[in-house]
């Protein structure tokens, strides 16, 4: 198929696209972009998920920051810059698979963020701030979690011009949380010595393997996001390509040096997820007032409490402005769909005041307070067993996500080979190839042991129980229903929004309305 040309891409797009995108806001800018991935790519919240792992987590880390960082970074460069539209991985699926898969992609891809914020993000913030500043239990403990989901949801409802600044500041963040945390490991290791690994700790295993992918891959994703508000930057094409590039190459130091940290100052056996990175980070500071009693209690007293309390509230505005960022890019995509007629058209209207799809952005804070009320109820009280199930249903309906959103790369340079390609990937299609084929590899494998783990660890004469992978205190029936269900739930959401866009897809533009807008929009699609 004949690649259409740059000029006639809007023919079959809706008037409602149209409409709505004329009240986009250009005021994204290089900076700004990478500041933005920052925030995207470098989550605070599941460094403790790869320390207690030990030195294996670290060693997984390094593997998959070249199998899959790397090509990943490449591949969403090309798309990013070379099909710079609103909505950013709804549309390379809508112009490579079509509206129907495009629409079944964006709803995974978009619920797994509410999910994600009112889960793991708001469970390791109430945690954080409990244990750093003042207990918090019934009434203000469940004021914390609605003001920390409301928060980030306003965030993004405000236009680009404010709310940028949200992740902006958020990045700055992380490199001085993680920067003072890194100088502290080192005075502590002066005073009082490490607990330290030797080589043979890092020797990679299978059991390990399955358990810290997921995780990791997890962790990487996030450079297609900026892509989502393509038309709200000012100059995409050039400016995707750099920041990748500029972000991406600090990522790796930013998930390594806490997680060797860690492994430094704690334990395997202490490290837990919900509060792997906090537990080291008491105890470092302990160096500035404080003391460790035997049993591995961590008071915190005069200078050291103080930093305490700041280095808590740091990591919570880190946790947030991770949530804002994705909600910010996420809704996005979700309201593109909209306004193509892939989804109700209520999601995709963009508010004239703010230039941003607040219907949507609602939406993700009420899913955000429902899974947050409904995973308090379900967790018994156990921080750290809500912490696990949360995230690994944020995780596996991200990863299922990508399964539709990778192969694009390869699709695109089939059917469209003349579009302009201010970036490629190195390689022609041989590159393209790899490039795609890795990152969906991770994508389905991570994807795979998210909802069955442990998978494998009892075949080929290998010794272990698979059951061991599964988060203490849960069945595997009972886990394997919390897992699936919400992906059923989400596909079956993205059927039923395709059927109700049914109406805004028979509201194609014309050809004098196209080439009355300055926008440049989708290519023709006649499902």
Not at 226 to 250: H, L, Q
Not at 264 to 288: H, I, N, S
């Amino acid at each position: 198929m004949a690649s259409t040309p740059a000029g006639d891409a809007l023919v079959n797009a809706t008037i409602d696209g149209i409409h709505e995108k004329s009240r986009l806001r250009k005021s994204l800018r290089r900076f700004d972009l990478a500041f933005f991935l920052i925030c995207t790519v470098v989550g605070l919240d599941t460094i403790g998920a790869v320390a207690k792992n030990g030195a294996q987590g670290f060693t997984w880390l390094i593997f998959l920051a070249v199998a899959f960082f790397v090509p990943y970074g490449l591949l969403m460069a090309e798309l990013g810059s070379a099909f710079p539209f609103e909505g950013g991985p709804y549309v390379w699926c809508r112009l490579a698979f079509g509206r129907f898969v495009a629409a079944l992609v964006t709803v995974l891809y978009w619920g797994s963020n509410p999910i994600w914020l009112g889960g793991t993000l708001t469970i390791l913030a109430v945690s954080v701030f409990s244990d750093f500043v003042t207990p918090l239990h019934g009434p203000a403990e469940l004021g914390f979690a609605l003001a920390f989901i409301w928060f980030a949801v306003a965030s993004a409802i405000v236009s680009f011009r404010f709310g940028k600044w949200v992740p902006s500041v958020g990045a700055f963040v992380r490199l001085a949380v993680v920067g003072f945390f890194t100088v502290s490991v080192l005075l502590y290791a002066v005073r009082n010595g490490v607990h330290g690994f030797d080589a043979p700790a890092f020797a990679p295993g299978y059991a390990v393997f399955i358990a810290v992918v997921p995780v990791l891959i997890f962790n990487y994703v996030g450079f297609e996001l900026p892509s989502s508000a393509s038309e709200e930057m000012v100059d995409p094409r050039r400016d995707v390509p750099r920041a990748i590039a500029w972000s991406g190459a600090g990522a790796v130091l930013l998930y390594g040096l806490p997680v060797l940290a860690i492994l430094l100052v704690l334990p395997a056996a202490r490290v837990t997820g919900v509060g792997g990175f906090l537990d080291a980070a008491k105890e470092v500071l302990t160096v500035y007032g404080g003391t460790v009693r035997p049993d591995g209690t961590v008071t915190l007293t005069g200078t050291g409490k103080i930093l305490g309390a700041v280095t808590a509230a740091a990591f919570i505005w880190a946790l947030l402005s991770s949530g804002t960022t994705w909600i910010m890019g996420a809704d996005r995509a979700q309201a593109a769909a909209g306004f193509d007629g892939a989804a109700p058209r209520a999601l995709g209207r963009i508010a004239p005041r703010f230039g941003t799809p607040v219907t949507v952005n609602l939406l993700s804070g009420v899913v955000s307070t429902v899974v947050m009320l409904v995973a308090f109820r379900l967790s018994g009280g156990s921080a750290d067993k809500y912490f696990t199930i949360a995230l690994g249903v944020a995780i596996s309906t991200t990863t299922m996500s990508y399964l539709g959103i990778f192969p694009t790369l390869v699709r695109l340079r089939r059917t469209r080979p003349d579009e302009h390609r201010p970036y490629r990937v190195p390689g022609g299609m041989t590159g393209a190839w790899i490039a795609g084929g890795l990152t969906t590899f991770w994508a389905a494998v991570a994807t795979v042991w998210l909802l069955w783990p442990g998978l494998g660890v009892d075949w080929f004469g290998a010794s272990g129980n698979p059951d061991q992978a599964l988060p203490a205190g849960i069945g595997r029936a009972a886990f394997e229903l919390i897992q699936v269900v919400p992906v059923v739930l989400l596909l079956a959401v993205g059927v039923l929004f395709y059927v109700l866009g049914a109406p805004t897809r028979a509201r194609r533009a014309t050809p004098d309305e196209v080439s009355a807008t300055d926008e440049r929009g989708m290519a023709p699609d006649d499902r």
